[in-house]
């Protein structure tokens, strides 16, 4: 293979400015050429594609983003936009794409792969942790340590005024960020997507580490349950501790990435790119049991995501 995209899409992670650089420092390692694609599937169909080299992703091992811009793009979903990106990879000369992203950014590349014979490799860039065939993704522990700064801070003024503090996190449709944070910074109490949360109960734990001299609460919720002020006012209206909703917000998508982040990075891109040189397509990247993996893309979207309960034990008898 002598020349290669690559693209970022979805959300952004921090960690994918690093992996870019691995991708096209591994491509030009090996004598291919490599182009970016801004802005996602947007900037396939629509041709705005830049020849990558070993100076363009200078300086950017560090900074949080994405160099490439990302979106989210509808018209990838229809045959139209799917042709349209074909043809440009067509008439590139591209015969191989790396693409960084989440769930939905892999079953793009599935398309492309499946429907159209383009040798396509993802490699997982959200902070969600949400994918099931990879113990970590790309930005997760960025993101899980920002919330850990941050709730660290909200510990020390509700200790002072004896609060009770409903943190939101990011995580859609799962609960590992919810999870890692609540560990992280001794939390509480986590309500997440996957375990059914009984009101009761956590009164009832509030009220036990307050007869135990604890002066304040945290409570990390995910954003796919509900809003951190929708569950303070619930919270409210069954307790007489002062109870303050917090939402992270888009701060956790951003920074620097991690030591972790920047590590995953390097390997899942010079994973990427090998493979592609050995002309291997359809397949992701991930992490299992330490070791960097690859597996096929159409497997890996079609497994389910496992909630970790040994954490969520371990949560539930050290946090009191
Ligand atoms: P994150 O987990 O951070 O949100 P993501 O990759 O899951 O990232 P999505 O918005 O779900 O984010 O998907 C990104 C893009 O991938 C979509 O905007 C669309 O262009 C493309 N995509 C998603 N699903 C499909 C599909 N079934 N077929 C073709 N393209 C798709």
Redesign the pocket.
Known sequence: MKRIGLLT???D?PGMNAAIRAVVRTGIYFGMEVYGVEC??AGLINDELIPMSMRSVSDIVQRGGTMLRT????E??TKEG?QKAVKTLKNRGIEGLVVI?????F??AK?LSEEYGIPTIGIPG?I?N?LAYTDYTLGFDTAVNTCLDIINKLRDTMTSHERISVVEVMG?HCGDIALYAGIGSGAEIIVVPEVPYDMDDIVMRINRSRANQKHSNIIVIAEGVMSATAFAKQLQEVTTYSVRPTTIGHVQRGGSPSMQDRMLAAQFGNKAVRLLKDGIGNRVIGIRDNHIIDMDIIEAVSMKKKFNFELYNTLQMISM
């Open positions: 899409s979805g959300g992670a996602g599937y979106a989210r793009c509808l990838m979903l799917q992203g989440g769930d939905g950014s079953r793009g398309v959200t969600d949400d859609r």
